[in-house]
């Protein structure tokens, strides 16, 4: 397929999930709003109607919380087709939302539709309204899920991550119990293939949690300190880092020079703090287990996805040659668990499959670090992937099976940015 119709493709499916003010992931599977899903959508949307793309990131913001946080759903129809939904979360909000959050990458997307915006009047007026909210869902952040002030902040549910039943949780999930979880069925299954989705036992710890934030009323002075669940993740800290900072260079082009501090400081901060989550054995970021004061032994795609933010040189060049070493042991980059793993398994969600968003995020900062044959090799797979087995949620690294949702909006987003921005820049 030649690049023009895999983008004429892509704008099909981002319009056909398109609700009007906002967009679904996937009609059937995800059918409201999520919160990282809409502001890399956001990004595509630009290529083709720039008002629209700044609306998507403005709905997603004015259903943040009065502490500052930005649920990672937001429930704007009723839908039976979906668990949990609004009475399972019960967040008392006007317009449902979950409590808990997601990757901010709102504060990167913004940067980006403000650089490369051609209609500066539109642009500046958006961005002056975001700027304030993403200031204070960042200092939320901070605030709230880094009470020790470390610099890291840490994630309270795997939701959270975007990487649900990544193998990073496994040993951490063991404490997490499932006694009192209410009865629940489930609905992804109607929609996916359960082999493709977590298992049981992770829906009933996902619920456990649910429940014991919900008991305390979703106060987030609580969450953190109550959760059994605390993991600090570098690929979530490296993507807050990356929007802290452009969110600090985007209030600077705006004279917002308070803003501009604030986050610079955040960003500077947090990109020390990531050094400790190093591993010399594994030549990457691992997660640190904040409640076992210990890091987790396994090298998945977080550690990887850290090259988001300005992490040192040499770093940048460690997770580049750590990529290519992956990219020997599987066809497609890049892998969300190594193929080599004992607990690598290619189609189910986070365990091994490969996602275009993160391969996006990754080749961006490699591109910055001047990785650029290690990014190009990911585009390249990435755009294989789609001319092979369509616009899906996400590939099995070694067959190119497409796996999860169908016709799926961001994958169609960043196939947009490969081909229209990515690859220009080089
Ligand atoms: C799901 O329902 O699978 C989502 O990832 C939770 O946000």
Known sequence: MVAQTLVDHAVEIIRSNDQGTYTVPTHGLYPFQWNWDSALTALGISFFDEERAWTELSTLMDHQWEDGMVPHIVFHKEDEGYFPGPDVWQT?????????????????AARKLFERAKDSTVS?????????KIDAWHDWFYRCRDPKRTGLVALIHPWESGRDNSVDWDLAFQRVPTDGV????RRDLQHADASHRPTQAQYERYIYLVQLFRSLNWDNSKLHDASPFQIVDPGFNAILIRSCA?????????????????????????????????????????????????????????????????VPQNRAMQI???IMELGETCRYLVPSQPATSPHFDGKRYWRGPVWLIVNYLISDGLKRANQIDVAERIISDSLDLIANSGFAEYYDPNTGEPCGGKSFTWTAAMVIEFLTQARAQT
């Open 246 to 310: 452009d969110l600090a260079d985007l209030a600077d082009e705006l004279g917002e020079t308070e803003i501009a501090a604030r986050n610079r400081a955040r960003a500077e901060k947090g990109a020390r703090a990531m050094e400790t989550l190093w591993s010399d054995t594994h030549n990457q970021y691992l997660c640190f287990d904040r409640r076992l004061g210990k890091s987790v032994d396994n090298p998945s795609i977080a550690g990887l996805l850290a090259v988001v933010a300005a």
């Open 124 to 132: 500046v007026q958006q961005a002056k309204q975001l700027l304030p």
């Open 92 to 108: 008392s909000r006007k317009v449902p939302t979950s409590g808990i959050s997601q990757p901010p990458v709102a504060g990167f």
């Open 320 to 322: 580049g040659a750590r």
């Open 182 to 185: 209410m009865p629940f069925q």
